[in-house]
């Protein structure tokens, strides 16, 4: 089945769009980070919609690599980041960004 690329790129759109809203509207900083993610999601399934819609059967792998890395660099902010709040938390006993926004001890 193939759909088209205008469909992918709406719903790429839309997913992107609530993961900013994710990000200015919530105060919970996990929440923050899973809009991040969110957003991260959308970008990779717009890199796909263009690798099949734009290039060649063998240059198609080139929107994989860029989802590969997107993909990296993904994992890594969620490992940094659960360990940000971990220790915040710890630290502050809330998650909430407008009661930790000064991070003086």
Do not use: C, W
């Amino acid at each position: 089945m193939n759909i088209p690329p205008a469909y992918v790129l709406t719903l790429s759109g839309i997913l992107f769009a609530l993961g900013v809203i994710g990000v200015l509207i919530r105060r919970n900083a996990i929440v923050i980070f899973m809009s991040i993610e969110l957003m991260l999601n959308s970008a990779n399934l717009a890199f796909i919609a263009f690798a099949r819609a734009l290039a060649p059967a063998q240059e198609a792998l080139r929107g994989h690599v860029f989802v590969f890395f997107v993909i990296a660099v993904a994992a890594s902010e969620v490992a940094v980041g659960l360990a940000l709040i971990v220790a915040i938390f710890r630290s502050k006993e809330s998650i909430d960004v407008d009661e930790v926004s000064s991070l003086r001890g």
